[in-house]
């Protein structure tokens, strides 16, 4: 047994193993080029590789291994003498047939690209048009079951009980209703309220709800100041825009996550892509709000310049850095404020609310600090 | 060595003991540094898609150059598989994201912010991804021609995790090792090599004498923040150990003599490259900024008002490109340290027992499917 290897001492410095893809066994074998690789080991019946079958596999540098597409795939032959892998080589015409080559890298990058510039398309197009088409779709209950939950949660934050003083409240309800008739809303499950909380602020809520923050309340000086947001919230109802920014958010993260692979979306790419999409986005809403607002003010006879002096009255100067006018949900007050002004005039119709009913609204938390 | 002892067929009396066999990297830096390089570069134009490819070559790479007993182990799985498994995760999740929605939102009408708890469930499908991960990769890995494999259940597994992480939170981390032991002794107890089963006899208490005065120290590391780096790097050189020691598989056996300093360097080398790299995005930016206000003739102060939002566009445009190359010098940076070289440095200090009870496996078990990837990508949740 021992003697063939000693008339081919080359074999024996540098065997050629031979795994047959069934056991670990470490076989040494020799090699014969037939018309096929015959690969043949002590006191065994040799097998036969067809040299068009025969594959490359990973390996490190000094060592060629083979695995056989015809063989049990696991099988491995390994040379470890370079002549003998030269010799192998040369026969084996299709070793390296399943590699990735340079046109498959390119075929890998242009698909991806290809994948990237529709999914942005559709982020860009689609998502929008399918928001604003679908959102007035979504069945009331449905709507008003996500406005449900939102309110638990900013009751949770803002305070569990709304101001409830019977005077103020009587004055916010001729309010709400006035500006509710002039934007054409229907919407008898319309709710507002007034949550004590000294955040100087204002939402509206899937399904009607419209809540002023008594902060919101304490810096207005009249009652224009203050329905003017309200109508400003009126239009966010009228044009479906919580469910259309639900919609639209919901889908831009799940797009741009596919892209960058992260479904939750919690990479930075990932956020900051979203955060520029998003706000543009709401940004248009919220111009489109506040055209809203100015018709509603007009319509009324009222001027809906007060609203937007409130606003900057709250916000001051925004306008500081590209980034932050990029990253902005809301367009800058200060831009708001220029629009509304010269959307100024003169009132021709009666005031909103008497004197009287406006000292009680502004009282409607009660008279005691919150 | 070794001809004598695999060439005689039938039975033999047992060899004696053979000394320890060792694991070798013969991995070339410069090489993996290239194959990173042109990788993170597609990644970037590809938006990504190419990390597929990426970590696949990685994989064969490491797979490749490393040889347990003087032969070269070898990863056959493919990156298509993988983004099959992405996109079938995709189509898994996002079912599971609505159902997420609607249910949270039947939750908060009830109470606010009750539905926070239901993150958990997306915790519990990392765990499910992180076993299911694993298995993809070990069945995937052949040596001698066999290939490893595993079974148990992903969700039994996730289960296991779920109760040790309330257990390690109960006890402000202090079950964490007794954590380690449990999941990896199940992993392991579901791994085979052919007909070889895993083991893992590493226990929590060996591991918890070896690291909780870690534990103590580690509110120091929130006051003087350069601690952090060496108290990681103490703990994960301490793990690693702990790990290789207690694997079994059959009758073979490692260990590890990984000198609990080894990860100072590599932790210290990618902070430090961090820090090079911000430094050189800040200085970028400002000159970037600089320029722009030179050939715009619009002052520093002026030139972030919106009325000047055309002037102000080069200056992001560059920004973006500044982002992007800051974000794939550190895509490589991590790899060559955190992966390459931790790898390397790991494996010359493990020494494997009894090799020769691996010497006729029998082949066996079936190749998982990439799904349990896809999950980990898609949740992003890395495990091992």
Known sequence: ?370 | MNDMQWTPIGSEPIPPPLPPACVDFSGNRSEFRKMVTKGAMLELVTFGFYRFWLVTDIRRHLWALTAIDGDAAEYTGRAKELLVGFLFALAILMPIYLAYFLIGIEFERWQGFASTPLFIGFYAFGQFAIFRARRYRLTRTVWRGVRFWMDGSGWAYSFRAMAWGLLVFLTLGLALPWREAALERYKMQHSHYGDLRGDFEGDGWTFFKRAWWLWLLSPIALFIFPLAPFFYAEFKARQWRWWLDGIRIGDVSLSSNLPHDAFYGLYWKVIGWWLLLSTAFGFYIGGATMLAVKLGGVPAEEMFTPGNTSKSIPILVMMVIGYFAVALAVNIIMRIYLQRDLWAKVLETVEVHNIGAAADVRGGGQIASALGEGFADGLDVAGF
């Open chain 1, 1 to 370: 047994m021992s003697d063939i290897f000693a008339e081919a001492p080359a074999q024996s410095t540098k065997p050629t193993i031979f795994y047959d893809g069934t056991s670990s066994r470490r076989r040494q074998v020799t090699l014969a080029f037939g018309d096929a690789l015959e690969i043949a080991e002590e006191g065994a019946a040799p097998v036969r590789w067809a040299y068009a079958d025969i594959r490359r596999a990973d390996s490190p540098p000094g060592i060629l291994r083979l695995a056989c597409t015809t063989a049990p795939p696991l099988a491995r032959l390994e040379i470890r003498d370079a002549a003998l892998a030269a010799d192998v080589t040369a026969r084996c015409l299709r070793l390296d047939e399943h590699r990735t080559s340079r046109r498959g890298v390119a075929k890998i990058v242009g698909w991806s690209v290809a994948a990237a510039v529709s999914i942005v398309c559709v982020v860009m197009f689609g998502v929008p048009l399918a928001a604003d088409r679908l959102a007035p779709l979504v069945p009331k209950p449905v709507e008003r079951r996500i406005g449900d939950a939102a309110e638990v949660q900013m009751k949770t934050i803002f305070g569990r009980n709304g101001c409830e003083d019977p005077a103020g409240k009587a004055a916010f309800t001729k309010l709400v209703n006035r500006l509710r008739d002039a934007a054409g809303l229907d919407d008898d499950s319309m709710t507002a309220g007034v949550l004590p909380t000294p955040v100087p602020n204002a939402f509206a809520l899937p399904g009607g709800k419209v809540y002023v923050l008594k902060g919101l309340l304490d810096k207005a000086d009249s009652p224009d100041e203050l329905a003017g947001i309200l109508s400003h919230e009126l239009g966010h109802l009228k044009h479906y825009d919580n469910m259309r920014g639900l919609i639209y958010n919901g889908g831009t993260s799940f797009l741009i996550g596919l892209l960058f692979g992260d479904v939750t979306g919690s990479s930075a790419v990932i956020f900051a892509s979203r955060s520029l999409v998003e706000a543009s986005y709401s940004r248009e809403a919220e111009t489109a709000a506040d055209t809203f607002a100015i018709e509603i003010m007009h319509k009324l006879g009222r001027s809906p310049k007060p609203a937007a002096e409130l606003m900057f009255r709250i916000t001051g100067k925004e306008g500081g850095s590209t980034l932050t006018t990029i990253l902005a949900s809301h367009p800058l007050t200060e831009d708001r404020l220029a629009r509304m002004t010269r959307e100024d005039r003169p009132a021709s119709g009666p005031p909103l609310l008497t004197d009287k009913e406006w000292q009680s609204l502004k009282l409607i938390c009660g008279s005691g600090k919150v």
